[in-house]
């Protein structure tokens, strides 16, 4: 029995689309999880001054730590069109606490104080937009605003009133990982990341596993064209993947896949994460976005170069 020890040339199994040149990493990735990013809320809340009546998460982005900073404070979380319509005393919640009650009762000449969270800022656009969109709330005199960004850039940023942690670029977040136009430079994983893995008694290699993979579910659509999809599936089941990316708008530069005769010499070789990590190396590109953690481990290992397990949720930035 031929043994992983004794495989061919890695080069020589994996078989791509097109020729298509993935950007090269210059600076390192910056990266911040949803569990880092719960870490670093926990960790600086006490800087945010007592006496906030609700919190407003800036769409979109906003809304995940708009929402944790809302549980953790146990404060009232408002949407934009109910605080514009004065609609704040959210009825519909069962997490009922000192501020909920003052909040639903509230009136008067004493303004609200408003806590507006982002998760991170850059231009300061973002805040600027809500100070225009909302300019009439703004004047009523009703509330009184704080702007909260989790995170900030290098560089000063004076139209957040509070700031937490600095986060250089090129960055990028869990949260809008697979929405953001740094993706041409990703390398990613197809099943367990886009649809689910197939189920275990599917062996590649009938006409169960042909219909699994032409009507898989679909999990993740990238919002723009990945660098390339590097699966193990078979060079044979190409037409058949091409297809369900096609039917799903999936965009990438290369579909790259594994070029054996069955999945049993697949199973007996055990390439998997070194495949992958081969292609990686070779090809460059930002990161490798992965759905087994012990491949995610096993391709940051062999190239030194960051992975994202989505499994996980665990972000690994390789060697500095």
Known sequence: MTTAAAAPDLRSLWRRSTDAVLPRPGQPLNMRTIAELN?????HLHRVSEGHDFVVGLPRSGLVPG???ALHLNLPL???PDLAAGRLGQRDTNRWGRAHHRLARAGGDAPLSVLVVDDTINTGAAIRRFRATHADTIASGRYRFTFLAVYKSEHDAPDADLT???VPGPRVFEWNLMHHSMSDGYLCDLDGVMCPDGPPENTNDGGLYENYIL???L???PSYKLGAIVTSRLEKWRAQTQAWLAKHDIQYGELIMLDLPTAERRRELQLYGRYKADVYQ???GRLFVESDSGQAHQIAQITG????CTDTGVFIRGKA
Do not use: M
């Open 39 to 43: 870490t670093t809320l926990k960790k």
């Open 67 to 69: 929402a944790l900073v």
């Open 78 to 80: 408002v949407t934009l």
């Open 164 to 166: 937490f942690e600095t």
């Open 215 to 217: 009507n898989a579910p």
């Open 219 to 221: 999990k993740l659509r």
């Open 282 to 284: 070779a090809l460059g």
């Open 305 to 308: 170069r960051p992975v994202f």
